[in-house]
């Protein structure tokens, strides 16, 4: 994989000329950034992308915060590793964002996958395709990774809506019991599928139900043309990733604010 060529492509496809996640929702360019924006707070708002130099980064800033505070809305500026100026996080943490844990970009192409992960004895896949599905998903989730606010939720069943054929969402379940939980999206007009949302439960970790679930969304991403898979992976899921196939590109740092 040229990793030069593979990031340009992610940066022109997925942020440059990003689509909106739902029909409510905007994508909008104030300037040298791109913006989405949702029709609530509980959408996702935040900066996608930008082109900014030192001496126009902080006019900016303050764009945007002007710009979501008006709205009311929650947002988060998605920093990426190779975005400049080079101290642009130390610059939105002036502004009065707060920086979350710092992931690593990491793309695979589905090809290079391996696919043959079983999930354990007792364990089956079910579909996520409405409410009820959503239900065992944030169950999982606040399990995993500490209760939901309600936005996740909201996002979940609004795209299942709105755009179905743009998610695949799926639960483990160990007899009724949801054990783990992962989705895919799938931005029309693009090479990449992007794997969001990996958690299993503390007592059901380690027994390959993570990697399962990846090679699941693989084969689905594979059959529906998707060249790319990409992940924006913590530390304790990198290592299942580069062992499946996947190499970093580049870090990715959620930076949010809070009007």
Excluded: C
Excluded at 50 to 61: E, H, K, N, P, T
Excluded at 190 to 208: I, N, S
């Amino acid at each position: 994989m040229d990793h030069a060529t593979v990031l340009a492509r992610y940066d022109r496809e997925l942020r440059e000329r990003a689509r909106p996640d739902s029909p409510a929702a905007r994508v909008e360019r104030a300037g040298d950034v791109i913006r989405h924006v949702g029709s609530t707070a509980q959408d996702w708002n935040g900066v996608l992308w930008s082109a900014l130099d030192a001496d126009g980064a902080d006019a900016a800033i303050a764009e945007q915060v002007a710009h979501f505070s008006a709205l009311g809305h929650p947002f988060e500026w998605k920093l990426y590793g190779h975005d400049r100026p080079a101290d642009l996080g130390r610059r939105l943490t002036a502004a009065g964002f707060t920086a979350e844990p710092e992931e690593t970009l990491m793309v695979a192409e589905v090809t290079d996958l391996s696919l043959d992960a079983a999930l354990p004895e007792g364990v089956r896949l079910h579909t996520v395709t409405d409410e009820a599905g959503v239900d065992l998903m944030i169950a999982v989730h606040d399990k995993a990774f500490g209760p939901d606010d309600g936005a996740l939720r909201h996002r979940l069943l609004a795209q299942l809506t709105t755009a179905p054929d743009t998610l695949v969402a799926v639960v483990a379940l160990a007899g009724a019991e949801p054990v783990s939980a992962a989705r895919m999206e799938m931005p029309p007009g693009t090479g990449f599928a992007g794997l969001w949302g990996g958690g299993t439960a503390e007592q059901w970790r380690g027994r390959g139900i993570y990697r399962a679930l990846v090679a699941h969304r693989a084969r689905i991403a594979a059959d529906r043309g998707y060249r790319y898979l990409h992940v924006d992976a913590g530390s304790e899921s990198r290592p299942i990733l580069e062992r499946l196939g996947f190499v970093p590109l580049t870090t990715t740092t959620p930076y949010v604010y809070e009007p």
